[in-house]
């Protein structure tokens, strides 16, 4: 298993920034990928970027171009900037951890983008 804090949510107006970020218990070198997703109210959670060590990074279409991943392996950390918020962007954004094959998250940090 492994712990994951997030941090760094906030209310912003539309088209401001916001970086995210989820720091991790253990060393990167025992996890396979980190990912952060999301959940609006209502709505089912879903994946907005994820960074799977030594191979691919994705984002969710809705992202593309606006949020970037990436990591401090030196701070265990996994970071999520967002630029260009829009109000859609708002939800409770959580860390995810694959440790071969098992999941483990964060408690969420909340994102409001409104004017």
């Known amino acids: 298993q492994v712990q994951l804090v997030e941090s760094g949510g906030g209310l912003v107006q539309p088209g401001e920034s916001l970086r995210l970020s989820c720091a991790a218990s253990?060393?990167?070198?025992?996890?396979?990928?980190m990912a952060w997703y999301r959940q609006a109210p209502g709505k089912q959670r879903e994946l907005v970027a994820s960074f799977r060590f030594g191979a691919t990074i994705d984002y969710a279409d809705s992202v593309k171009g606006r949020f970037t991943i990436s990591t401090d392996n030196g701070k265990n950390t996994v970071y999520l900037q967002m630029n260009s918020l829009k109000p859609e962007d708002t939800a409770v954004y959580y860390c995810n951890a694959d440790l071969m094959g098992r999941a483990s998250w964060g408690q969420g940090t909340q994102v409001t983008v409104s004017s």
């Open positions: 253990r060393s990167f070198s025992s996890i396979s990928a």
